[in-house]
């Protein structure tokens, strides 16, 4: 069994800055990537950035420039650093991981997700 945790969201105001943690836990034997996706009501959950485990990203057009992915192996932690939050970025923020358990088999992950507000 695995357990994806997201932690560090929160109240911002527009401008500010927050970083996201995404931990997975449990039986995991390699993984193969992490994505942060977002969703708000009434909205499908949206792609905001993915990172393999080689390093390679992809970021949603909107993201770009002020948000950043990162990947610690050994850790098995992913990382969302999130600057120049605007209102537009508010939304629950879902962690992801693709990963092959001890089992061998190829499973995904999801968080419970974590809070980010911005706003004055």
């Known amino acids: 069994q695995v357990q994806v945790v997201e932690s560090g969201g929160g109240l911002v105001q527009p401008g500010g800055s927050l970083r996201l943690s995404c931990e997975a836990s449990g039986s995991i034997s390699r993984f193969v990537a992490m994505g942060w996706y977002r969703q708000t009501p009434g909205k499908q959950r949206e792609l905001v950035a993915r990172?393999?485990?080689?390093?390679?990203?992809v970021y949603d057009d909107s993201v770009k420039g002020r948000f950043t992915i990162s990947l610690n192996n050994a850790k098995n932690t992913a990382y969302l650093q999130m600057n120049s939050l605007k209102p537009e970025d508010t939304a629950v923020y879902y962690c992801s991981a693709d990963l092959w358990d001890d089992n061998r088999r190829f499973r995904n992950y999801w968080g419970q997700g974590t809070q980010v507000t911005v706003s004055s």
């Open positions: 990172i393999t485990s080689g390093g390679i990203t």
